[in-house]
């Protein structure tokens, strides 16, 4: 294929094509963007040819430029402006955006999260963070012990850390195992 055989780049293709697919596929989640990578990386293949006669291990290499094509894909997909831009525009106010944004989105997990909960989970947690009552109040209120309120807002803490955890941070989790840790 270095000397420009199309019909050993076929086989190259068919041998090769589904580990990039399924590499792409599992990040990209999209069968439509897994398929443009399939596209661009055998391209690259192609226009870069002469070089393969250099490459030892053949599979390891096809992972590892798709894994640096892929992360050039997602640096494109997020906004990015040059300090110039930012010093030229005083109405930029990129980190007021952006900080709008990871606010709405984590009220929308809070959310998500306490409606989760058990009711009585739920009713202590929403006594405590939106009526300010106090644990002796909620108790009283709700006629049980200090304790059981104590037990059931610890409990309810702790499943939304739990889920915010999951849902909010799962992302960053897979973009640094899928780059920067070796399987």
């Known amino acids: 294929m270095s ?7 076929q086989m190259l293709y068919k041998r090769y094509s589904g580990k ?17 990578i399939i596209q661009d990386i055998f ?5 870069n040819r002469e070089k393969l006669a250099e490459v030892d291990n053949f599979p390891g290499w096809l992972t590892t430029i798709t894994r640096n094509h892929l992360f050039t894909q997602l640096r494109k997909q997020i906004p990015q402006l040059s300090i110039d831009e930012i010093e030229m525009d005083p109405t930029v106010d990129v980190r007021q955006d952006h900080h709008d944004v ?3 989105e984590l009220e929308l997990l809070i959310t998500e999260a306490i409606a989760a909960l058990s009711p009585r989970q739920k009713e202590i947690y929403c006594l405590s963070r939106f009526e300010n009552l ?8 709700l006629n ?13 803490l702790k499943s939304i850390r739990s889920f915010l955890i999951f849902k909010y941070m799962s ?3 897979l973009l640094v195992n899928f780059f920067f840790i070796k399987k």
Do not use: C
Not at 134 to 141: C, L, P
């Open 3 to 9: 000397r420009g055989d199309e019909d050993a780049f």
């Open 20 to 36: 990039v697919y399924n590499i792409a596929l599992r990040y990209q989640k999209s069968a439509f963007l897994a398929q443009d």
């Open 43 to 47: 391209l690259k293949i192609w226009q």
């Open 102 to 104: 990871d606010v709405r």
């Open 134 to 141: 106090s644990h002796k109040q909620i108790a009283a209120q």
């Open 144 to 156: 049980i012990s200090y304790d059981v309120t104590r037990e059931h807002m610890s409990k309810a």
């Open 171 to 173: 992302p960053l989790f």
